[in-house]
């Protein structure tokens, strides 16, 4: 028989899987006002296209929603890697992989540095892409790279709680905040078992 603290811990995480699955729903139609001048929009096809895009009742402007990018590191010290204690929704107070969102103007290497440096305030040297993940039902690919930790000294952002090393054994599986980071985890491990790291793409549903 489940106690209360498993009971409440499950009900918190169906309310967060609802939670992000109505926010992809609406993200997927975003706009409601021109970013251009300012008047309604409405969801049609615009001539040449094949489906429906955020189109300005008064000045015609079209606006193109499209998948981001979210980029991050597996940051390696030896037989151990950096997780970061989320300090954020969502997930919140769930382990992470260093990563976020690429910005404007910023390669997805140079996103993925950034990410580990704003989370977890490590110094990297990147190596090679590893894991591309694409999350079609939120619109998302997630791209890591495996990273070499400089040194063990890390000082956590705002947004994380704390930031340690995890041997594969002590890695927090039921206590990680993404699909993504699970995956990317599980193949880093595997990999370095057999002492051979290649880039691995699959659709997470
Ligand atoms: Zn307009």
């Keep these: ?32 006002h021109c970013k251009r001048c300012g008047a309604p929009v409405e969801y049609r096809v615009p001539a040449g296209d094949n489906r429906e895009r955020a189109t300005c009742t008064a000045c015609g402007t079209v606006f193109y929603e499209n998948p981001l990018n979210v980029v991050g590191t597996v940051p390696a010290w030896n037989d151990q890697v950096l997780l970061c204690r989320r300090n954020i929704e969502p997930r919140y107070g769930l382990w992470t992989l260093p990563a976020g969102f690429l910005e404007l103007g910023e390669t997805t290497a140079a996103g993925a540095v950034r990410e580990t440096i704003e989370e977890a305030g490590a110094r990297i040297e990147l190596l090679g892409l590893f894991t591309v ?50 995956e990317t985890l599980k193949h880093y491990f595997e990999d370095r078992r057999r002492d051979q790291f290649r880039l691995h793409c699959a659709d997470i549903a």
């Excluded at 791209?143 to 594969?168: C, K």
């Excluded at 054994?169 to 699909?179: K, S």
């Design 133 to 182: 993940l694409n999350v079609v039902r939120v619109g998302q690919v997630h791209l890591f790279y495996r990273a070499q930790l400089l040194d063990t000294v890390f000082a956590p952002g705002p947004e994380s709680i704390e930031a340690r090393l995890f041997g594969e054994t002590e890695v927090p599986w039921d206590e990680l905040a993404f699909r993504t980071v699970r």
């Design 1 to 32: 028989m489940p106690n209360h603290a498993t009971q409440d811990g499950l009900a918190r995480v169906v309310e967060r899987g609802l939670r992000d699955t109505l926010r992809a729903m609406f993200e997927a139609r975003s706009y409601r």
